[in-house]
């Protein structure tokens, strides 16, 4: 009899490839596997599922958070026939684990399962704990978390401090770069701007201008710029208008690719994309949406720029000048690129969906898939082999101490929490030994 696992949740990339990581891992271990995913008609899941061959089953449910008062009214009075269809879901399928990825979909999957007495499990991908996992914190069996600041909420009997699953593709391209990284780097020539499977206004806006003045107007570097859907056509005839030689895509499908293909990211800073950036190790300028809970893209983007792989823009200083210049000159300089490259790929656990299966498969006795990947769940407090760096042991090391941070928080080892948030603070007094290796924004250290 095969097991049966029901993938609960979406609306957004980033929500939804983690998912789609352990579900790849599952399927690499156990080939007969059933999986039902359970997401919204508005969601991502639905076009990228479908064409996939995946069986997905839909729902109606609606936001609490952020919502007009007769919006959040509408939202509370569809509740109740929302977990009614979920109730359904589980019994007719009969799941032995239901996994929420968060999303819209992912509350009443993962209350109706406990309800039911069906083992839960959910992945939170982001430093600030979303307003559904922190309602069923209490509920689920496992609570497979990125970030050191997410286990508390959870507590140690239900946590596992793992990193953020990244797709197979993602596991590849970063084998290759380690086992070829000349052709490797040498077939990074595009650039990549990533708005998210919605788009970026701001992205959008200004990118197109920037690039243009970045030198490339007329030259040989391609442009992979994800629009989202809303404004696709506008980029498209701005790209064209301004002579840049641009491919304008509402849904990038080979993501993988498109990473590897990059001598330069350009995107925001939601933890999902962070963690395929350093998977495949690649150098990003990071614009964090603004006004994320707890501002937790911009912890995650100055964090990477304090180690070194990124550089860090804020939304209320992006300018097309400003922007162009620094992508001209990250252009014209392949050391710092490699440098950027390598400091990502060292933060990188591309390993991440294996440790949550292993970990499935201890707490379920699922014996016979056990052990089929290399992942590794790292006890809070406990640091990963070879983590320690030089940089630890100096108190005074606030960049140092924010790198380890992050560098901790994808591998899924403990974080060090720097008593400096300001990266301007941060980046002002670097250790001796971050001097010799780092550089940041237009400082070098040299």
């Given amino acids: 009899m095969s097991r049966k696992v029901i993938v609960a949740g979406g609306g957004t990339g980033g929500h939804l490839f983690p998912g789609l990581a352990v579900v790849e891992e599952l399927r690499r271990r156990d080939p007969q596997v059933e999986i039902l995913f359970v997401g919204t008609e508005r969601g991502i899941e639905a076009r990228v599922l479908p064409p996939r061959g995946e069986r997905l089953e839909t729902m109606e449910v609606t936001p609490l958070k952020g919502q007009s008062p007769i919006a959040l009214m509408k939202s509370v009075a569809r509740l109740p026939g929302a977990l009614g269809r979920a109730s359904a879901l589980v019994r007719d399928f009969g799941p032995d684990l239901v996994l929420g990825v968060g999303g819209y ?50 507590g140690e009997q239900r946590a596992r401090l793992v990193g953020n699953p990244v797709r197979r593709d993602f596991v590849s391209a970063a084998q290759r770069a380690v086992t070829d990284p000349v052709g490797f780097e040498a077939r990074a020539t595009d650039i990549l701007v990533l708005g998210g499977s919605q788009g970026a206004r ?15 107007a007329g030259g040989t570097v391609r442009v992979v710029h994800q629009s989202g859907a809303a404004m696709r056509d506008e980029v498209e005839q701005r790209y064209r208008e301004l002579g840049v030689n641009a491919e304008v895509k509402t849904f990038i499908d080979d993501m993988a690719r498109a990473y590897a293909n990059a001598a330069i990211i350009v995107g925001r800073a939601g933890a999902t994309t962070l963690a395929e950036i350093c998977a495949v190790g690649r150098p990003a300028v990071l614009i964090p949406f603004p006004f994320a809970a707890d501002d937790h893209q911009g912890k995650n983007a100055e964090a990477l720029q304090a180690a070194g792989a990124a550089v860090c823009v804020r939304e209320e200083g992006l300018t097309p000048e400003g922007l162009g210049a620094l992508v001209r000159d990250l252009l ?63 108190p005074a090391s606030a960049a140092g101490q924010e790198a380890e941070r992050v560098s901790q928080s994808l591998r899924g080892a403990r974080p060090y929490i720097p008593r400096v948030r300001d990266a301007r603070a941060v980046l002002s007094a670097p250790s001796p030994a971050l001097r010799r290796r780092l550089t940041v924004g237009d400082a070098s250290w040299e």
Wanted: glycine share 12%.
């Fill in 105 to 154: 979909a992912s509350g009443p999957l993962l209350l109706a399962a406990s309800r039911l007495g069906v083992p839960t499990a959910l992945l939170e991908q982001n430093a600030h704990v979303g307003l559904t996992n922190r309602l069923l914190a209490g509920r689920v069996g496992r609570a497979y978390v990125t970030f050191q600041e997410t286990f508390a909420r959870f």
């Fill in 202 to 216: 701001a992205l959008n806006q200004t990118v197109p201008a920037a690039l243009a003045k970045a030198g490339l």
């Fill in 332 to 394: 014209a300089d392949a050391p710092r690129r490699r440098a950027m490259s390598d400091a990502a790929r060292g933060l990188g656990r591309p390993d991440a969906a294996a440790a949550i299966v292993d970990d499935v498969c201890d707490w379920l006795g699922w014996d016979d898939v056990r052990g089929g990947g290399s992942g590794e769940v790292t006890e809070p407090g406990e640091l990963a082999e070879g983590d320690e760096t030089d940089e630890q042991d100096d």
